[in-house]
């Protein structure tokens, strides 16, 4: 008897007990929740094309045959460019680009006054064509919670770029025929703008201050030089992200 009641307390205890253990046990398999992976890839490579009006400046154009030899350069130029490039942002708000510019400008000029031997007095005007290629380096920076520019909306941004220029140049004036040359020389810029971040398209609109070391002609009869030439540019760019 006292056999069949232990049997019956054992039964009842693992008829009670059973189920609250079995609770502590996790489910079967077990879920496991897995965050994803930040390879911390943000960047993306970009093409662009820029278009702008420009105004060329320098101080004065030296004759080296002449006398006097300096004479001011009295009358900006006028033109325009047009450019690509091809770059890459890193997602933080530095990027780098590779730019080729065509540039025209139209009627800088010095006047030499009569008296002046080895150059025709009056009024020369010079036109130029340059082919600028620069590297470029950027920082965007966001205005107020907006982030940077790759994160979208309206933004800043400041620049600078070095490379070379070949220039290819025309005089005109009174005297002899017009006399045309070309030289490479150094060139180098500085910029600044805003613009807004669509997402696959980036807008800017900006200034840019295009350094071109020097403009020389060698040809006769009277050969002459012009350095620390600055190319003055409201410039408008467009970026296309293609990944």
């Keep these: 008897m006292r056999k069949l009641t232990a049997a019956i307390l054992v039964a009842g205890a693992t008829l009670v007990g059973g189920p609250a253990i079995a609770a502590d046990f996790p489910e079967y398999p077990p879920i496991i929740d897995v965050p994803d992976v930040d390879y911390g890839v943000q960047g993306s490579f970009y ?29 900006n130029g006028y033109g325009y460019s047009v450019g690509a490039g091809f770059g890459y942002e890193t997602g933080t708000g530095l990027r780098v680009d590779a730019t080729v510019d065509y540039l025209g400008n139209e009627n ?24 600028v290629a620069l590297a470029n ?16 909306g309206a933004f800043g941004y400041v620049g600078a770029g070095a490379g070379f220029a070949v220039n290819d140049f025309i005089t005109t004036g009174p005297g002899p025929a017009d006399t045309r040359d070309t030289n490479v020389s150094f060139a180098a810029a500085g910029m600044v703008g805003v613009g807004y971040d669509f997402g696959a398209v980036v807008a800017d609109i900006g200034y840019r201050a ?26 408008t760019s467009v970026r296309y992200r293609f990944n």
């Excluded at 020389?216 to 410039?235: C, G, K, M, Q, T």
């Design 210 to 235: 295009l350094y071109i070391n020097s403009i020389e002609n060698d040809a006769a009869p009277a050969p002459y030089s012009i350095a620390n030439n600055w190319v003055h540019e409201l410039r």
């Design 47 to 75: 093409l662009r094309g820029s278009a702008a009006w420009n105004t060329l400046w320098a101080k004065e154009v030296q004759h080296p045959t002449a006398t006097p030899n300096v004479f001011a350069i009295d009358g």
């Design 137 to 152: 380096v950027y920082y965007d920076f966001g205005f107020g919670n907006g982030g940077y520019g790759a994160s979208g």
């Design 108 to 131: 800088m000029q010095a006047t030499v006054p009569v008296g002046t031997i080895g150059v025709t007095d009056g009024v020369h005007k010079l036109s130029l064509r340059s082919t």
